[in-house]
């Protein structure tokens, strides 16, 4: 008789109560993109009646953002699928449930092309599908490979640290690049700061429901409030040059690889997985971003 194989930690560990946090991340990701689609349409709305800036938006675009009611409602979507992340990634492990965003790139590309009226040619299509399948490629290693442990105050004080050298090179970055009107650049960043969110936001409910919050915890709110606000308003800077889905298309590619990323890297959470498995990460990543300027390259909607 054969001998049962052994079955990754992370499988054996998905308790009915964290597989029911897919459907819930999965709800997430479709509020993901109607937000997405309404903010945009805010965003362009102001623009229209106000004037697009040179360098990012102003503080007068923004201020007249909250008189739009497109943009209003988006950001309430928004705000239902940030709570929705926030439950799945608390009671079920990072690596699984935080990719799942990715289902938001097709919800959004296809309300686009139907309010739009402008069907997405073939290689538009062929970039969508390139993200879903880097994307899931990547998750698929993180599932097999991965193992999720306690974080020690050392691995959180890392991640920190990181934080702060990223914030700090994206203020540098911003003041020479956003001059341009990039959207990749915009969306790149967002979701860079996007990944470092979901990663403390873990720890820190985590740490909270376990009753082990402390000052270091206390300074990862802090980076949490900090790297939302700016990944904030980088998205909406993003919605300025780019369509909603190409920026949903960075955001549900970036952040993920990002959060687990910082998981394998810091947090030991692929620790013992072979060689090839990190191979395999580089490679799914490479995959998923390249369909990432691929969107950026042939969706109609693109504004380069």
């Known amino acids: 008789?054969?001998?049962?194989?052994?079955?990754?930690?992370?499988v054996q560990n998905l308790t009915p109560f964290q597989a029911l946090m897919i459907p819930v991340a999965l709800v997430g990701a479709v509020f993901l993109s109607l937000?997405?689609?309404?903010?945009?349409?805010?965003?362009?709305?102001?623009?229209?009646?106000?004037?697009?800036?040179?360098?990012?938006?102003?503080?007068?675009?923004?201020?007249?953002?909250?008189?739009?009611?497109?943009?209003?409602l988006g950001t309430l979507m928004l705000g239902a699928a940030i709570v929705l992340q926030l439950v799945s990634i608390t009671y079920a492990?990072?690596?699984?449930?935080?990719?799942?965003?990715?289902?938001?790139?097709?919800?959004?590309?296809?309300?686009?092309?139907?309010?739009?009226?402008?069907?997405?040619?073939?290689?538009?299509?062929?970039?969508?599908?390139?993200?879903?399948?880097?994307?899931?490629?990547f998750v698929l290693i993180a599932a097999l490979y991965g193992r999720e442990s306690p974080i020690g105050r050392g691995q959180l004080i890392t991640v920190l640290v990181v934080l702060a050298i990223v914030l700090t090179l994206v203020v540098i970055s911003f003041r020479l690049v956003a001059k341009r009107r990039n959207a990749l650049y915009y969306i790149i960043g967002a979701g860079i700061l996007y990944g470092f969110v979901?990663?403390?936001?873990?720890?820190?409910?985590?740490?909270?429901?376990?009753?082990?919050?402390?000052?270091?915890?206390?300074?990862?709110?802090?980076g949490v409030v900090v790297a939302s606000a700016?990944?904030?308003?980088?998205?909406?800077?993003?919605?300025?040059?780019?369509?909603?889905?190409?920026?949903?298309?960075?955001?549900?590619?970036?952040?993920?690889?990002?959060?687990v990323g910082i998981g394998v890297i810091v947090l030991d959470e692929a620790a013992g997985a072979p060689v090839g498995a990190g191979i395999g990460f580089?490679?799914?990543?490479?995959?998923?971003?390249?369909?990432?300027?691929?969107?950026?390259?042939?969706?109609?909607?693109?504004?380069r």
């Open 93 to 137: 492990p990072l690596i699984v449930v935080q990719p799942l965003g990715a289902v938001a790139l097709v919800v959004t590309t296809w309300f686009s092309s139907r309010s739009s009226g402008v069907p997405l040619g073939t290689q538009a299509r062929r970039a969508v599908w390139t993200c879903i399948g880097g994307v899931g490629l």
């Open 1 to 10: 008789m054969t001998p049962d194989l052994p079955i990754p930690d992370v």
């Open 230 to 259: 700016v990944g904030a308003y980088f998205v909406q800077n993003a919605y300025s040059s780019g369509s909603a889905d190409l920026v949903i298309a960075g955001l549900t590619v970036v952040d993920p690889i990002v959060a």
């Open 198 to 222: 979901a990663t403390l936001a873990k720890v820190t409910l985590n740490r909270i429901v376990n009753g082990t919050f402390d000052w270091v915890t206390a300074f990862a709110i802090v």
């Open 35 to 72: 937000g997405a689609q309404f903010q945009s349409r805010g965003v362009q709305r102001v623009e229209a009646r106000l004037g697009q800036q040179s360098k990012g938006l102003s503080l007068r675009h923004v201020l007249a953002l909250l008189g739009s009611g497109n943009w209003v």
């Open 282 to 303: 580089l490679v799914a990543g490479a995959i998923a971003i390249t369909g990432v300027f691929l969107l950026a390259k042939h969706h109609p909607d693109s504004r």
